[in-house]
């Protein structure tokens, strides 16, 4: 079946702009995850949702961003004003409810000029 | 101190090796692990999930948990060069909470 989507698959753009990423997760999945991934970092934890709730935000690196979750389904992941720091690869995950087996999106590939 | 210490690599082995991945964590509350296979320009695959220690097989991978000496393992064998990836680790104490990732370990397998 269909995996998690994630668009645009790569995003540049200049610094002090606004970008919106979106991940469709897998259909039937209620957990969505939200990572970012740069070179020679790892993965780091941004937000979760469960349906269209995200109960821990701690995970953002500034106010400048933000998610939401609409319909249990679609997320969108927003930056406002990018910083050149914020060039990295985001990666979105689903999972069937809040167990263990999360599957990841292709990613979207962001770099602030 | 990270949560999670991976060793970045990179690893080379010859087609057909035993090939051993660890991480070690600090967290002694961390009950759920996950190994990923990440190829270049992909998002992350799920290999292998275990809950507590112990082993779990699947083809030929096994996640190995030692939750005394905080310390997981995979282990790879009779390589290919399909093989070649990123291997990262990953781990929750609450299921579907926070997960922590090693930063992964680059391997490559030559025929």
């Known amino acids: 079946g269909a995996g998690v989507s994630q668009s645009p698959s790569n995003k540049v753009t200049e610094k002090g702009k606004d970008v919106e990423l979106r991940c469709d997760p897998i259909?039937?999945?209620?957990?969505l995850y939200w990572y970012r991934q740069s070179l020679g970092q790892g993965l780091e934890f941004l937000i979760y949702?469960?349906?269209?709730?995200?109960?821990?935000k701690s995970g953002l690196p500034s106010d400048r961003f933000s998610a939401e979750r609409t319909g249990g389904s679609v997320s969108t992941l927003t930056i406002q004003r990018t910083q050149q720091e914020d060039s990295a690869v985001y990666l979105c995950?689903?999972?069937?409810?809040?167990?263990?087996?999360?599957?990841f999106g292709p990613g979207t590939r962001l770099t602030v000029t | 101190q990270k949560e999670v210490e991976q060793d970045p690599g990179p690893l080379s082995v010859p087609e057909g090796a035993i090939v051993s991945l660890n991480c070690t964590y600090s967290?002694?509350?961390?009950?759920?692990f996950m190994w990923y296979r990440q190829y270049s320009r992909k998002g992350p695959e799920l290999l292998m999930y275990?809950?507590?220690?112990g082993n779990k097989e699947d083809g030929r991978f096994t996640a190995q948990v030692d939750k005394s000496s905080k310390y997981i393992s995979l282990f790879i064998r009779d390589s290919q060069p399909s093989d070649s990836a990123t291997y990262l680790c990953?781990?929750?104490?609450?299921?579907?909470?926070?997960?922590?990732f090693g930063t992964g370990t680059s391997l490559t397998v030559i025929p």
């Open positions: 995950a689903s999972s069937l409810s809040l167990n263990y087996e999360q599957y």
């Open positions: 259909s039937g999945h209620t957990a």
């Open positions: 949702f469960q349906g269209n709730s995200a109960p821990d």
């Open positions: 967290n002694s509350a961390f009950q759920y």
């Open positions: 275990t809950y507590s220690s």
């Open positions: 990953a781990m929750s104490a609450v299921p579907g909470n926070q997960f922590y």
